[in-house]
């Protein structure tokens, strides 16, 4: 299996765009944009993992390879609002609910949010098909563009090697697609604007 292709700034927000009136699943992708987080990992959160006033999500595992049972990252404001809205239309929840369940009330599974992911990449018009990974790539790459250092970008993407880290900014930087709107980078991704 190749690389995943990368997403620009614009892909983003044409996703973003095609997701605007569904709450959970726009909160989901600038989740997967505003983090660079695992799709498995974005289906275990819970409400309580995110602390909305400091920007900071909790990433927990059962058993990881890595020996850490959790770790802590940024999360962008926008991705913040999208939560917040998100939860607003919620009739209720509790911290320890599950964050991301499905319309019958369970806890997604990977499998549905590739899904969704792949969905809003075809009603948004992208030509290749586009996965949840492909916003890990995303991440490493418009947060390297804006400065982030290798070893926080790494932290933030939970890889134990900073060499698997460099290798999804080098991919993806190296893409023409990825290059051609980067200057937008991550300020752009953080805020919402265009």
């Not at 614009?10 to 989740?31: G, V």
Request: glycine letters at 10%; aromatic letters at 8%.
């Amino acid at each position: 299996m190749g690389e995943p292709n990368p997403l620009t700034v614009s892909d983003l927000h044409a996703m973003f765009e095609a997701a605007r009136f569904r709450p959970r699943d726009l909160a989901i992708l600038w989740t997967l944009a505003g983090t660079g987080m695992r799709v498995g990992e974005l289906v275990g959160l819970r409400v309580r993992d995110i602390d909305f006033e400091d920007g900071v999500v909790t990433i927990r595992w059962e058993k990881h390879r890595s020996g850490r049972d959790r770790r802590q990252c940024t999360i962008s404001p926008a991705a913040c609002a999208a939560v917040r809205a998100y939860l607003d239309v919620l009739p209720e929840y509790h911290a320890d609910d599950v964050l991301f369940f499905s319309r019958l009330g369970k806890r997604m599974t990977t499998r549905s949010v590739q899904r969704l992911v792949s969905g809003y990449g075809v009603k948004a018009g992208l030509p290749d098909a586009v996965t949840p990974h492909c916003f890990r790539h995303a991440f490493a790459t418009i947060a390297h563009e804006a400065g982030a250092g290798l070893v926080s970008t790494q932290h933030q993407l939970g890889h134990a090697k900073e060499s698997t880290t460099a290798g999804y900014i080098r991919a993806s930087a190296g893409s023409p697609r990825m290059r051609r709107d980067m200057g937008k980078a991550w300020n752009a991704v953080n805020t919402g604007s265009k």
